[in-house]
């Protein structure tokens, strides 16, 4: 019985291997080219809320994909850096 359980667990894993669950990228994955919402508020020293603000009224470079935000962290870093050196200079 053990090791007609061991084979059935093996085989659970195997299928799962093969058909990926729908739902977020595993973290990491796109975590290098994109921010969320919190991460965009943090660097910014802003509440999420008023990060959502700024996104609707198209302040931040992003776009929508479905019902969630898409700020590229190339682009958002750029924006930024932009954003400051026209504040200071």
Known sequence: MAIEQALGETKREEDDARDPKPGPPPAGEWGCLLHTVPEAARRLG????????LLRAGEIPAFRLGSRWTIPRST???W????AKTEVG
Request: net charge neutral; no cysteine.
């Open 46 to 53: 802003r509440s999420v809320g008023t990060t959502y603000e």
């Open 76 to 78: 958002f870093d750029a």
């Open 80 to 83: 930024l850096n932009s954003r």
